[in-house]
Nanobody
Framework: VQLQASGGGLVQTGGSLRLSCAAS????????MAWFRQAPGKEREFVAG????????YYTDSVKGRFTISRDNAKNTVFLEMNSLKPEDTAVYYC???????????????WGQGTLVTVSS
């Protein structure tokens, strides 16, 4: 499956952004989806995940209550709604897909190209 992330940009502290990841090539609803991020000089980290059905979601502690992951299987798209953004959320955000495991793991089979989110203080 091919993944195309979009929606990044520059936002002030406390602002909001909505990231999208469009999938193509295979049956989107067969895949668990996730968002990861990588800040400058840091390792890539899991941000949020969602099961193929959308019924189960996962979040890293630092974004709970601020970020919401969702998906629209009819439109082959997964979203990350980000509110109350902080400078430490600045990173390149990647979407990922896996046909077997959902949630926090690094073995996602497919990755998008990333979209940059910059939160100014």
């Amino acid at each position: 499956v091919q993944l195309q992330a979009s929606g990044g940009g520059l936002v002030q502290t406390g602002g909001s952004l909505r990231l999208s990841c469009a999938a193509s090539g295979r049956t989107f609803s067969n895949y668990h989806m996730a968002w990861f991020r990588q800040a400058p000089g840091k390792e890539r980290e899991f941000v949020a995940g969602i099961s193929w059905s959308g019924r189960i979601t996962y979040y890293t502690d630092s974004v709970k209550g601020r970020f919401t992951i969702s998906r629209d299987n009819a439109k082959n798209t997964v979203f990350l709604e980000m509110n109350s953004l902080k400078p430490e959320d600045t990173a390149v955000y990647y979407c990922a897909a896996d046909p077997v495991r959902a949630g926090l793991h690094n073995a996602y089979d497919f990755w998008g190209q990333g979209t940059l989110v910059t939160v100014s203080s």
